[in-house]
């Protein structure tokens, strides 16, 4: 199994913007998840195979999830950043996330 590759991370401001990338062989189900200090890992956002998107409670009409299946690679477009979102997010297989996970990409929102 290739590992994840997540990028996109970086350090914004409360109201901003980021878009994260993972570069994932294959059309499986995917999702984006993400771990904050002190906290489990939670899941913040899945796609289909067929598109069909699901999102969570707090992450709803700011974030969306989308695919390039061409480029094998899954985006999530975070809007509106607050500061509990800052976390390392990830990306696996959705709904149940299974094999390596890769090394996150780091999501800092901070004035």
């Known amino acids: 199994q290739v590992k994840p590759v997540e990028s996109g991370g970086g350090l914004v401001q409360p109201g901003g913007s980021l878009r994260l990338s993972c570069a994932a062989s294959?059309?499986?189900?995917m999702g984006w998840y993400r771990q904050a200090p002190g906290k489990q890992r939670e899941l913040v956002a899945g796609?289909?195979?067929?598109?069909?998107?699901n999102y969570a409670d707090s992450v709803k009409g700011r974030f969306t999830i989308s695919r390039d299946t061409a480029k094998n690679t899954v985006y999530l477009q975070m809007n509106s950043l607050k500061p509990e979102d800052t976390a390392v997010y990830y990306c696996?297989?959705?709904?149940?996330?299974?094999?390596?996970w890769g090394q996150g990409t780091q999501a800092t929102v901070s004035s």
């Open positions: 796609i289909h195979s067929g598109g069909r998107v």
């Open positions: 294959g059309i499986n189900p």
């Open positions: 696996n297989f959705y709904p149940v996330p299974y094999g390596s």
